[in-house]
């Protein structure tokens, strides 16, 4: 009898079903895509920008392939769409466009198909791209809190005067901010002063003798008279010029992680609350070129006229270098008088114009910024008090 049948070990038999089915075939012409070769985490192009990417054949094919490349989602664009890829596994370069923002990470859709020897093509690999693009930049300001007097302090209660939020977002949302495009950038607020006046009343001038044996006149009369004890009807501080910085948001105003939001997180908020502490005015009491005693007066009223501009900025911060963008700006007009107990209830942080706009004048930036959240009250000229002596006549 003879055998119909030749015998055929597992192997061989796996082997065959293998090629019928094409897989064979397909690890030759595999292929594989990189997006900004270099990179990690990056699989990026920007609206109406363009990427480098490169195409190479990864599974060893007998003859060079011939690819074209494809995008489903209308996303993308290419340089080239039809070109040959060496077999040997030489990398060949092209570039993606931008045409529309990705709604999602990785939305757009890079795919490369090889010709086959019957001119049909078969798609051997894709890759995954977002589009993105950084929305206009953007700053608000929203009064928050009217001002009263607590605790010596002419301030905004309770909170704060102000809310401040710079924006800038980066579309779509979720993208690393580790990618080159924002690696080291992200958004935050600068503050320029503009005017200011701090304006302390003092009245009610009274007398404290240190030494013994100096005639003891009725107050009313010395204070009366040419040489007698002067009452200053205000102390008038003046705290900027208008070409200087004043950097008085809450905490670091840049230079930290508490000062500015990665640029994928689109938008960083802070709060201002300017205010003004009471301050007390004691002069010397002169009699024949010795002291005799101290005139002290009492802090009446205070009075806080201020403007400010508050900046969007794009802040690199490996350079420490802020880029601003766009303005608002808002003003502080207080008055308050602390013999009173009827002060108007409705004094706020006023903004004339609620709509940003272009910068102008270029703001005004600091080498050294403070951090001190009381930079505008702890530091020349306000920490100087009314000078001048009392003569006793």
């Known amino acids: 009898m003879h055998k119909l049948f030749k015998a055929v070990s597992p192997l061989t038999l ?10 064979a075939h397909a690890d030759k012409n595999a292929l594989t895509i990189t997006v900004n070769p270099g990179w990690t985490n990056d699989d990026l192009v920007q609206l109406n920008g363009s990427s480098p990417c490169q195409i190479k054949a990864t599974g060893n094919p007998d003859n060079d392939l011939t690819v074209t490349l494809g995008n489903p ?25 931008g045409l529309t923002t990705s709604s ?25 791209v977002s589009v993105w693009k950084q929305f206009d930049p953007h700053v608000s300001a929203v009064s928050l809190s009217p001002y009263t007097f607590s605790s010596s302090t002419l301030t905004a209660s309770p909170g704060a005067a102000i809310f401040l939020q710079a924006a800038h977002p980066v579309l779509p949302k979720g993208l ?39 005639p003891q006149q009725p107050w009313a009369q010395v204070a009366t008279r040419t040489l007698g004890i002067p009452q200053p009807s205000t102390d008038f501080v003046s705290r900027l010029s208008t ?7 809450t905490g670091p105003l840049y230079g930290g992680p508490s000062a500015y939001s990665d ?5 960083y908020a802070t709060t201002d609350n300017p205010s003004m502490p009471t301050r007390s005015l004691s002069l ?50 207080v008055n308050w008088d602390l013999t009173s107990t009827s002060n108007a209830t409705n004094q ?24 001190s959240a009381n930079y505008r009250l702890n530091n020349t000229p306000e920490t100087q008090g009314h000078s001048g002596t009392v003569m006793l006549p």
């Not at 640029?263 to 938008?267: L, V």
């Not at 006023?350 to 709509?355: D, F, V």
């Open 104 to 128: 999602k990470p990785n939305e757009a859709v890079i795919t490369a198909s090889v010709t086959l020897p019957d001119s049909t093509q078969k798609q051997e690999t894709s890759a995954s």
């Open 348 to 371: 706020m942080v006023t903004i004339p114009n609620p709509n940003d706009q272009a910068v102008t004048p270029t703001p005004v930036l600091d080498s050294a910024p403070t951090s």
């Open 243 to 249: 070409t200087d910085p004043s950097y008085s948001v």
């Open 73 to 97: 989602d209308g996303e993308l664009s290419f340089d080239k769409t039809t070109f040959t890829v060496p077999k040997g596994g030489a990398p060949v370069s092209f570039t993606i466009y």
């Open 263 to 267: 640029i994928c997180e689109g938008a």
């Open 176 to 214: 690393s901010p580790y990618s080159p495009p924002f690696a080291n950038l992200g958004v935050t607020v600068i503050q320029n002063m503009t005017s200011a006046a701090y304006t302390y009343t003092f009245e009610n001038p009274s007398a404290v003798m240190t030494t013994t044996g100096v």
């Open 14 to 23: 796996a082997l065959g079903l293998l090629m019928a089915c094409g897989v």
């Open 284 to 333: 010397p009491f002169m009699s024949n070129g010795t002291k005799v005693g101290d005139v002290v007066y009492s802090n009446t009223k205070l009075s806080i006229a201020a403007g400010f501009v508050t900046y969007c900025a794009d802040y690199n911060y490996s350079t420490k270098q802020p880029t601003p963008l766009r303005e608002i700006g808002w003003n502080v007009n």
